[in-house]
């Protein structure tokens, strides 16, 4: 698979993820969110395996995005 195959593949969970979680209530999330928050696990190990990388997008919590959020926010990062 080519990488830009599977960078769309990538933002394609990512937005399915969102869509989930606008589905119970937080209605301003977006994919581009979603990979900030799973991305940013890698940060120091650098990015895993696809099977590991496509289960930490479909196994994301809300209350595991909230914290990122909130910590991101104390940190100065914009939404």
């Known amino acids: 698979m080519a990488n830009e195959e599977l960078d769309v593949m990538i933002e394609e969970l ?8 606008r589905l119970i209530g937080y209605e301003h999330v977006d994919g581009k ?3 900030d928050c799973v991305s940013a696990k890698y940060a120091k190990t650098g990015q895993p395996e696809l099977h590991q990388l496509v289960n930490d997008i ?4 809300i ?4 914290n990122f959020m909130t910590l991101s926010a104390f940190k100065g ?3």
Request: charged share 25%; net charge negative.
């Open 58 to 61: 479909l196994s994301l919590k």
């Open 33 to 35: 969110e979603i990979w």
């Open 14 to 21: 990512c937005h399915s993820k969102a869509e989930e979680f």
């Open 77 to 79: 990062n914009p939404f």
């Open 63 to 66: 209350t595991q995005f909230m």
